[in-house]
């Protein structure tokens, strides 16, 4: 039997108890890992463990692949009409939105990250993502096309069958509800890995889905690691389509799988590098506001992060000074206290690599104009870090960190700057900041990115496409064209007289 | 004057409750400005008694509950409101007539006559699904973007809410229809002022309550009982309407394409008559056809505008079908609403029992055979029992005019080509069915029907999600599925140069 996770919040934020089980969501059930190991679950404020849950094997995700099709042939796929689908997805809703606060506490604890922006950005951002997609699941039409008149022909948007997702720790509700929206609207079943750090809200999620009432199986969770659970999925011959989101080096090995196995369909949501512009015409303070929130939310943990930022020369020495205040202004501490903006980083592993990143930027030569080490004596925590002086060359510049370290860059020429940011593999955002707003769409449109923000950074809505170019990643999330990625078109031609 | 709610008992329920029988403007009920003694009366048709009254709104109430849904669109509805928003309270609309299905079945049985749980399971369960499908929407609606010159021109297009509709209802799905205009009017972001129909306003004034208890600003939805020739005009003439949305007559739908045309060209959308035809082949299921054939007529005791209310069978089975169609036909029980044997109830009016009985009338004087039917029933009550009427012939009244009741005209086709053109000889296109089993022979057939909804084996069954509406005089623009929401968007292209230097003169 699988352990159950109690837990009592006493806490400023949140007041409350929690008790689910923790095993391994597979047909509608919590079981233990056939190999009845666990995985801890850290703190990432002490370093101490929270609780464990069960750890899947590739065995487990064959019973998982298993309980998927049977749902896909039985009570899901063409057997669900969308309505029915709408209906299940908008209990769902209904059901997440009295269990907010604790779901908010729960990715606190687990991630790190402060509990209001817990409930004000991934809860609340989860809610509206599946209620957006549920609104979707009877909307999925195909064409009728004319070619002659003793011919019919028309396209069914199918659902694909059964599809393998794969989510990260920074967001990990969020990201879950990004994955589980479109695909069960478009009619699809799921076995999906949460990743190793972060487990507990998708654990969660799993116990509301049953509460919903949907079939056994059309949902799956297997907890466990990227290169036993992940690989099983994107290697598994019964498993259709694979959607990762993730570091760009772990998204190689999964289209790399997914060719040797059965050429599965793959969408990819990878790193970035994202420039933020800043002309000499923008409104300083709303420029310094948004870089802040561009490079330090959730702790840098962010793929669209504006990481790299451009400042024209006419403005700089001002921004610096205004955006190194800013900065020193940004509380870092308890999750749980209400006037925190920042907590720890999600893991020991990425503590050290960002450390090791500053180092190298230190080492380099580049400026620490803020922050440049740990927060505290425990967990986690890093300081609001700036680097300026530095060489594009540098791999502060050039790599992505992933923690609350952004460099800032002079520039001079508006055509030079656009060179400078599109000298990346990477290709997910970019930001562009000016009151000329001629130059802002022109600018915009000239940016390699997936997204390209105008007066503004980080700013995500569950009906506008969400993606990378590039390395950054292929498919988009987010909109109706999320759609597409869950969705297998059959051409269907009906002759009515043409005789051979 | 006219008070603002009275209370009603339905007896066969044993239950009391408040009807609010005031005007709803800027969520609440209030009494006519400049008529407050003027009632409309309303009558259940299974008993004949009166139920209650309502005020009944003037010109000048319309007026106001125009200048009040203009308001509202100018600031707390129309761009002032996030799709996501739109969505959430629609979903809330729903969730509150689920919850009262009950009540407001029982209501639409007492003053329409249908069956309550065909008003229950059907008519609301429907609604209710309507309403979330249309939520579904309101977050997506979407312009594009398109090429136009990458180096000096972004191009787009934005779907606006058109802005102030006037939606005028009919009576034989009082709430259903409510809910197929209500949907996507504010699911587009466009406010309503709302006329039901004069015979079976109360339903839509219970639903106006859950529209204030759902959290819609006041003045997004105003509902003004009145009179056709009053409120109906009033809002078809009116010049700061952008949009009239009509279900009803042809004959009232000219009227009030007339009426816009006159006034400021506001957009016009229609919903009218039909005269549907269904054609049985001798491939066809005998059985389902002649079940399908039932529904088409008798469904909602045949006061449908897809009614189908023309058959024509084919030859070499006409005979059998035929004799199939009258005993299945005699099958149906028309009674009491109330009454669980009922699966069908009265006309709604003694206007509309007097007209299907000059029709009855009629076609036995031009000569036709009556295979079933045709005698009036003594007592109380608007009942029409199912009449079949056969050897027709084209120009026969029951086979060219819309009747509205439970009446149908069957007549026979030899070739396939035979039947569609008896099929399409009418000036009305809303519904058409035909029964085969030869595949190609549905794929033709179906492709030759002059109408805006073709059943293949199958009859008057819709869903909320695929469009429907009328060719030829049936009507203009589509109801349901995605195509409802271009009739409440109005679309605003948008040519943004940035690159581009004029030289002057040219």
């Given at each position: 039997m699988p352990s159950a996770f109690t837990h009592e919040f006493n806490t400023p934020a949140f007041k409350g108890k929690v008790s689910f089980s923790t095993g391994l969501f597979i047909n509608g059930q919590f079981l233990d890992g056939s190999d009845k190991t666990t995985i801890d679950v850290i703190n990432p404020t002490n370093g101490k463990v929270i609780t464990s849950v069960s750890e899947g094997t590739p065995k487990d995700v064959d019973l998982a692949v298993d309980a998927a099709h049977a749902a896909f042939d039985t009570t899901w796929g063409l057997h669900a009409p969308g309505a029915q689908r709408s209906i299940l997805m908008s209990k769902l809703v209904a059901i997440m939105e009295k269990n907010a606060d604790e779901l908010a506490a729960l990715e606190a604890l687990d991630n790190g990250k402060t509990f209001n922006w817990a409930r004000n950005v991934d809860v609340a951002g989860s809610i509206d993502c599946i209620r957006y997609y549920a609104g979707w699941a009877d909307k999925v039409t195909g064409q009728v096309q004319e070619t002659t008149e003793d011919k019919l022909t028309y396209t069914r948007h199918e659902p694909i069958g059964v599809v393998g997702q794969i989510i990260p720790w920074n967001f990990p509700l969020l990201m879950m509800a990004w994955k589980l929206g479109p695909a069960l609207a478009c009619g699809n079943t799921i076995v999906l890995k949460p990743s190793e750090f972060t487990p507990l809200t998708a654990i969660r999620m799993c116990h509301l889905i049953n509460e919903a009432g949907?079939?056994?199986?059309?949902?799956?969770?297997?907890?466990?690691?990227?290169?036993?659970?992940?690989?099983?999925?994107?290697?598994?011959?019964?498993?259709?389509?694979?959607?990762?989101?993730?570091?760009?080096?772990?998204?190689?090995?999964?289209?790399?799988?997914?060719?040797?196995?059965?050429?599965?369909?793959?969408?990819?949501?990878?790193?970035?590098?994202?420039?933020?512009?800043?002309?000499?015409?923008?409104?300083?303070?709303?420029?310094?506001?948004?870089?802040?929130?561009?490079?330090?939310?959730?702790?840098?943990?962010?793929?669209?992060?504006?990481?790299?930022?451009?400042?024209?020369?006419?403005?700089?020495?001002?921004?610096?000074?205004?955006?190194?205040?800013?900065?020193?202004?940004?509380?870092?501490?308890?999750?749980?206290?209400?006037?925190?903006?920042?907590?720890?980083?999600?893991?020991?592993?990425?503590?050290?690599?960002?450390?090791?990143?500053?180092?190298?930027?230190?080492?380099?030569?580049?400026?620490?104009?803020?922050?440049?080490?740990?927060?505290?004596?425990?967990?986690?925590?890093?300081?609001?870090?700036?680097?300026?002086?530095?060489?594009?060359?540098?791999?502060?510049?050039?790599?992505?960190?992933?923690?609350?370290?952004?460099?800032?860059?002079?520039?001079?020429?508006?055509?030079?700057?656009?060179?400078?940011?599109?000298?990346?593999?990477?290709g997910l955002a970019a930001a562009v900041f000016t009151q000329n707003l001629n130059r802002a769409i022109n600018t915009a449109h000239k940016l390699k990115a997936g997204t390209a923000w105008i007066n503004c950074v980080n700013s995500l809505h569950?009906?506008?496409?969400?993606?990378?170019?590039?390395?950054?990643?292929?498919?988009?999330?987010l909109g109706e064209y999320a759609l597409a990625n869950y969705t297998a078109v059959k051409s269907v031609h009906v002759n009515l007289g043409h005789r051979m | 004057?006219?008070?603002?709610?009275?209370?009603?008992?339905?007896?066969?329920?044993?239950?009391?409750?408040?009807?609010?029988?005031?005007?709803?403007?800027?969520?609440?009920?209030?009494?006519?400005?400049?008529?407050?003694?003027?009632?409309?009366?309303?009558?259940?048709?299974?008993?004949e008694e009166t139920i209650c009254s309502v005020a009944a709104g003037?010109?000048?109430?319309?007026?106001?509950?125009?200048?009040?849904?203009?308001?509202?669109?100018?600031?707390?509805?129309?761009?002032?409101?996030?799709?996501?928003?739109?969505?959430?309270?629609?979903?809330?609309l729903a969730d509150l007539i689920e919850r009262d299905q009950d009540i407001l079945a029982e209501v639409e049985s007492l003053n329409n006559g249908k069956p309550f749980k065909i008003a229950r399971d059907f008519d609301i369960g429907d609604t209710i699904q309507c309403l979330r499908y249309y939520a579904g929407w309101a977050d997506k609606i979407t312009g594009q973007t398109i090429e136009v010159d990458n180096k000096t021109k972004l191009?787009?297009?934005?779907?606006?809410?058109?802005?102030?509709?006037?939606?005028?209802?009919?009576?034989?799905?009082?709430?259903?229809?409510?809910?197929?205009?209500?949907g996507p009017a504010l699911a587009c972001g466009c406010t309503i002022?709302?006329?039901?129909?004069?015979?079976?306003?109360?339903?839509?004034?219970?639903?106006?309550?859950?529209?204030?208890?759902?959290?819609?600003?006041?003045?997004?939805?105003?509902?003004?009982?009145?009179?056709?020739?009053?409120?109906?005009?009033?809002?078809?003439?009116?010049?700061?309407?952008?949009?009239?949305?009509?279900?009803?007559?042809?004959?009232?739908?000219?009227k009030i394409m007339e009426a816009a045309a006159k006034s400021n060209l506001k957009k016009v959308s229609l919903e009218l008559g039909g005269k549907s035809p269904q054609l049985v082949f001798e491939s066809a299921d005998l059985e389902q056809a002649a079940n399908w054939a039932c529904l088409g007529v008798l469904y909602n005791t045949g006061q449908d505008c897809t009614a189908g209310s023309r058959l024509y069978v084919q030859d070499t089975i006409y005979d059998k079908f035929v004799s199939l169609l009258v005993s299945k036909a005699k099958e149906l029980v028309?009674?009491?609403?109330?009454?669980?044997?009922?699966?069908?109830?009265?006309?709604?009016?003694?206007?509309?029992?007097?007209?299907?009985?000059?029709?009855?009338?009629?076609?036995?004087?031009?000569?036709?055979?009556?295979?079933?039917?045709?005698?009036?029933?003594?007592?109380?009550?608007?009942?029409?029992?199912?009449?079949?009427?056969?050897?027709?012939?084209?120009?026969?009244?029951?086979v060219r005019d819309e009747i509205f009741g439970p009446v149908l005209a069957v007549g026979r086709f030899k070739t396939e080509e035979e039947g569609i053109s008896l099929a399409n000889d009418t000036s009305y296109g809303l519904g058409a069915g035909l029964h085969s089993n030869d595949a190609s022979q549905c794929m033709r057939v179906s492709s030759a029907l002059e109408?805006?909804?073709?059943?293949?084996?199958?009859?008057?069954?819709?869903?909320?999600?695929?469009?429907?509406?009328?060719?030829?005089?049936?009507?203009?623009?589509?109801?349901?599925?995605?195509?409802?929401?271009?009739?409440?968007?109005?679309?605003?292209a948008i040519h943004w140069n940035f690159g581009e230097k004029l030289d002057w003169p040219l």
């Open positions: 949907f079939p056994p199986g059309v949902v799956n969770v297997i907890s466990g690691y990227g290169n036993s659970v992940g690989n099983a999925i994107s290697s598994h011959m019964r498993v259709e389509k694979v959607a990762f989101t993730g570091s760009t080096l772990v998204g190689r090995k999964i289209m790399e799988a997914a060719a040797k196995s059965n050429l599965k369909n793959v969408t990819l949501e990878l790193g970035g590098k994202s420039p933020n512009i800043i002309f000499d015409d923008a409104d300083i303070e709303q420029a310094v506001n948004w870089a802040a929130f561009g490079i330090f939310w959730n702790h840098g943990q962010t793929c669209c992060a504006g990481s790299r930022i451009y400042v024209q020369e006419g403005i700089y020495d001002e921004f610096l000074k205004r955006f190194t205040e800013k900065t020193r202004s940004l509380k870092v501490g308890d999750p749980f206290a209400p006037d925190t903006f920042q907590g720890p980083q999600v893991s020991e592993i990425q503590f050290n690599r960002i450390m090791s990143y500053i180092e190298s930027g230190k080492a380099a030569g580049a400026k620490v104009e803020i922050g440049g080490e740990r927060h505290g004596s425990e967990g986690y925590f890093i300081k609001p870090t700036i680097f300026t002086n530095v060489d594009p060359s540098m791999k502060i510049v050039q790599e992505e960190i992933f923690g609350p370290v952004g460099v800032v860059i002079k520039f001079k020429d508006e055509e030079d700057v656009i060179k400078q940011a599109n000298d990346t593999v990477y569950s009906n506008v496409p969400f993606g990378g170019f590039k390395q950054s990643g292929i498919g988009r999330e | 004057m006219a008070s603002l709610s009275t209370r009603i008992v339905i007896r066969a329920t044993n239950r009391e409750l408040d009807i609010p029988t005031g005007l709803f403007i800027n969520n609440e009920f209030v009494p006519s400005a400049d008529s407050p003694n003027d009632l409309i009366h309303l009558v259940n048709p299974a008993t003037s010109a000048k109430d319309i007026d106001i509950a125009v200048a009040a849904a203009r308001n509202a669109f100018n600031t707390t509805w129309g761009k002032n409101v996030t799709g996501f928003e739109r969505s959430k309270l629609l979903n809330k191009a787009f297009t934005r779907h606006d809410p058109i802005g102030v509709c006037g939606q005028i209802i009919p009576w034989n799905y009082p709430i259903n229809m409510w809910a197929w205009k209500v002022v709302m006329k039901p129909s004069e015979l079976t306003p109360l339903t839509a004034l219970m639903l106006s309550k859950l529209i204030a208890e759902a959290g819609f600003p006041p003045g997004v939805v105003n509902t003004i009982p009145s009179l056709g020739s009053v409120g109906g005009a009033a809002l078809s003439a009116h010049m700061d309407v952008d949009k009239v949305a009509f279900t009803g007559s042809t004959v009232t739908g000219r028309i009674g009491d609403g109330f009454d669980e044997k009922s699966g069908g109830g009265p006309l709604v009016s003694k206007t509309q029992f007097d007209k299907v009985w000059r029709y009855i009338e009629s076609g036995r004087a031009q000569g036709a055979k009556v295979a079933l039917g045709g005698q009036k029933r003594p007592g109380k009550g608007f009942f029409v029992d199912p009449t079949i009427f056969t050897d027709i012939n084209a120009n026969m009244d029951i109408a805006g909804t073709v059943w293949v084996n199958q009859y008057n069954l819709l869903n909320n999600n695929v469009p429907f509406g009328g060719k030829k005089q049936s009507g203009i623009g589509r109801e349901l599925g995605s195509y409802a929401l271009d009739e409440y968007t109005s679309v605003k």
